[in-house]
């Protein structure tokens, strides 16, 4: 009964992972089709007043301009994040769905251990291959979550 009810609970996480992953995908490529996808706001580009450029320019002296503007031109502009940073700072549930795969993945290493002090003092068949593969997944599901808050933080 434990054996179906642990392998239970790792197909069902398994295709819960799944299908998450391919609905993600297919909000993707929907985004990237023609017509699909919200429809992004512009800015519009901000004015500045006639009294703060008058103001400006009459509290500095030409030699002093000149300085400020060779300094404000000697720092390069701050780039703007490539378009895979953007997409991957856009990923809102990756912590959480890394996290709830980790967790399932210690769930089934430590039903592992206690199958394997059963009567018979083996485990079933496939049941480690598929746990260790769950642990890979999970591996690579806590770098992408880490990537992400990067790209989040890149993209402030």
Not at 2 to 30: C, D, I, K, Q
Not at 84 to 103: H, K, P
Request: with cysteine; charged share 20%.
């Amino acid at each position: 009964m434990t054996y179906l009810l642990v392998m239970g609970s790792l197909v069902l996480s398994v295709v819960f992972t799944l299908g998450w992953a391919l609905s993600r995908l297919l909000r993707w490529v929907a985004a990237g089709l023609p017509g699909g996808g919200k429809p992004k706001a512009k800015r519009k580009p901000a004015r500045r007043s006639g009294a703060t450029r008058q103001s400006g320019s009459s509290r500095t002296s030409r030699g002093a301009g000149t300085k400020t503007a060779a300094k404000a031109s000697a720092k390069p502009p701050p780039r703007e994040p490539w378009r895979i940073t953007r997409r991957l700072a856009e990923w809102r549930s990756s912590t959480a769905f890394a996290l709830v795969t980790a967790l399932t993945y210690l769930v089934a290493r430590l039903a592992e251990h206690g199958m394997s002090f059963r009567p018979p003092h083996n485990v079933p068949t496939g049941f480690t291959a598929l746990v260790a593969g769950f642990g890979w997944l999970a591996a690579g599901l806590i770098l992408l979550a880490l990537l992400h808050r990067l790209a989040v933080w890149r993209c402030r």
